[in-house]
């Protein structure tokens, strides 16, 4: 759950402190089922309290959002989300065709941000007569169990089909449990058959997908519903009625498929193939928004994104909001060749992990960067952030005339250094077009083993002092890049020959100073002669 998606996007989001505060509160309303005892006797109970309500939802009608109810009808969800303990829970499971599982600890911000909204779920997917139960497992105190159901992490969702678990790959909102839910239970799919029916799931949706048929039996409807089962995020809705079409989407001709959003761009046409693979390709270009707002929530599925070209803007958020009109004119020039994406730069969560990619995890003030996941590259936008700058640098992006950007400290002073530091900046000038040979030290500041190599390579500095054709040189790999410095272990130690730069040879970090200078002088033989005496 809440998983990244690339090693070097792979972002860690910590829990809130506010979130574990919460949690005490979610945690009170919820009642103990081992008090209870009985898995049957707590579903006839629920399906007592449900009949004596006569709450009847439809398809259309997905849930109830009066202010004035929001209370009564979380504690009411609250008590529809069945507790399992270390007894129930392999019972639950294999009593119950479907089983939705949360499994959460206490201690776990994550944790209770997610349960009342599991919990609203749980109540949605009961009025609509959804024979899916969903249970919560605390796996701290239930350890044993909650292991036994492949639940080793907090929060974790696991749907159990016949006692089967598949992985959960929806959003966290308490509407994208419902709706992911009921697609991999039976229905993909909602029909709506009449125009008030229509203007009834308008009050409750804005983000939805409409088919438009003549009969729910052609080819075409075929591929609908399957790319309906297979889409995770989106409501598709099908009616065979122009009238009621009409509601949903301006000018639908039959057959007719489109997306709905809450944005600018309001509606988009699908003008491709009637195939499933079209259209999952169709919601998959246009499912986001023009500019996307990354928050906690969402942050997981902008990682996932298939489209590989992505531009990011940080700054605070009065900011954003002045810059979000101008950006989404921009994508809209843009559109299916990148994605756009917002991201407040005080949410240190969300911005920082970004941002230190360029070394400017300290920045306050607003940046806009790219990142090009098909060739592994990251652009910095380095001049003033304009409309027509960023136009440009998008521009720029697309027909690829931009730069990759590399980390680079200041250029430092080496004045009567023995051994030069090499930053970002310099590693052409010092390394691959120094006419000498060159010893190479690649270290970090968190690499234990790398003092113990840096004395090492001070000492042969000094034994080799006098070597007009040897250089002795540093660099830190945390805060420096180039595109021919390609080190994943640390401490490294490479030989850069004065007659092939390009082809730098590695040298043992473990080797005593005696036989690393031997190796040294060994080389030098190689390239011409000129060699220092053993130590």
């Given at each position: 759950?809440?998983?990244s998606?690339?090693?070097s ?28 005892g009985?898995?049957d006797e ?8 449900e ?8 398809a259309a ?9 929001k ?22 499971i294999?009593?119950?065709e479907?089983?939705l ?6 201690w ?20 609509l ?20 159901i ?23 909102s ?15 799919v ?14 409750q ?8 048929f003549?009969k729910?039996?052609?080819p ?6 399957k ?11 099908e ?5 009621v079409?009409?509601v ?15 944005e ?42 298939t489209?590989?070209?992505q ?6 958020d ?11 004119e921009?994508?809209?020039?843009f ?11 005080r949410?240190e ?25 098909n ?8 001049s003033d ?41 310099t590693?052409d ?16 500041p ?18 080799f002092?006098?070597?007009?054709n ?8 945390s805060?420096n890049e180039?595109?021919k410095?390609?080190v ?24 005593n ?8 002088n ?10 220092k005496?053993?130590l």
């Open positions: 759950m809440y998983n998606k690339f090693s996007r792979t972002l860690l989001l910590p829990s809130i402190l506010l979130l574990l505060l919460t949690a005490a509160a979610v945690f009170s309303e919820i009642e103990d089922a081992d008090d209870l009985d898995i707590l579903i006839a109970i629920d399906d007592e309290q009949n004596g309500e006569n709450s009847h939802a439809t009608h997905f849930e109830s959002r009066e202010s004035g109810k209370t009564d009808v979380l504690s009411r969800a609250q008590r529809v989300v069945l507790e399992l303990s270390g007894d129930t829970a392999k019972r639950a294999e009593e119950n479907y089983v599982v949360l499994g959460y600890a206490p776990c911000g994550r944790s209770a941000e997610l349960m009342p909204r599991f919990a609203e779920a749980a109540n949605v997917l009961k009025g007569g959804s024979r899916v139960l969903l249970a919560k497992i605390d796996g701290d105190r239930y350890s044993k169990a909650a292991s036994s492949e639940i080793r992490g907090f929060p974790t969702l696991l749907l159990f089909v016949n006692g089967t678990s598949r992985p959960y790959t929806g959003g966290f308490s509407e994208e449990i419902v709706l992911w839910t009921r697609k991999k239970t039976g229905a993909p909602i029909e709506i058959s009449s125009v008030a029916d229509a203007n009834e799931f308008l009050k949706h804005s983000t939805y997908a409409v088919g438009l003549d729910f039996e052609e075409d409807y075929g591929e609908f519903v790319a309906a089962a297979a889409d995770n995020e989106v409501q598709f809705i009616t065979s009625s122009t009238e079409a009409k949903l989407y301006p000018t639908p001709t039959k057959p007719f498929f489109g997306l709905v959003k809450s600018p761009e309001h509606y988009t046409s699908f003008d491709g193939h009637f195939s499933s693979d079209e259209i999952l390709h169709f919601l998959e270009n246009n499912r986001f928004p023009l500019v996307t707002v990354m928050t906690e929530l969402n942050s997981a599925k902008v990682y996932s994104s489209n590989k070209l531009v990011y803007v940080f700054a605070e009065d900011d954003l909001q002045k810059l979000l009109k101008p950006l989404q921009i994508a809209k020039k559109k299916s060749q990148m994605m756009f994406v917002a991201v407040d730069i949410e969560n969300l911005a920082k992990p970004f941002l230190t990619l360029f070394g400017l995890e300290d920045s306050e003030d607003a940046v806009v960067v790219s990142f090009d996941y060739s592994n590259s990251k652009y910095l936008l380095e952030i304009t409309s027509r700058n960023i136009e440009e640098f998008c521009t720029g992006l697309v027909q690829g005339t931009l730069k990759p950007y590399y980390k680079s400290q200041t250029i430092p002073d080496n004045k009567n250094a023995s051994v030069l530091t090499v930053v970002g900046k590693f000038e010092l390394v691959i077009n120094n006419p000498a040979n060159i010893v190479l030290e690649v270290h970090t968190w690499c234990i083993t790398c003092e113990a190599t840096t004395k090492h390579v001070e000492k042969m500095a000094k034994h002092k006098g070597l007009d040897l250089v002795f040189a540093r660099i830190d790999a805060t180039h595109p410095l390609q994943e272990d640390y401490p490294t130690l490479l030989f850069y020959p004065a007659n092939d730069k390009s082809n730098p040879i590695k040298l043992s970090t473990k080797s100073m005696k036989d690393l200078a031997a190796l040294i060994k080389i030098l033989k190689t390239q011409d002669g000129a060699t005496d053993e």
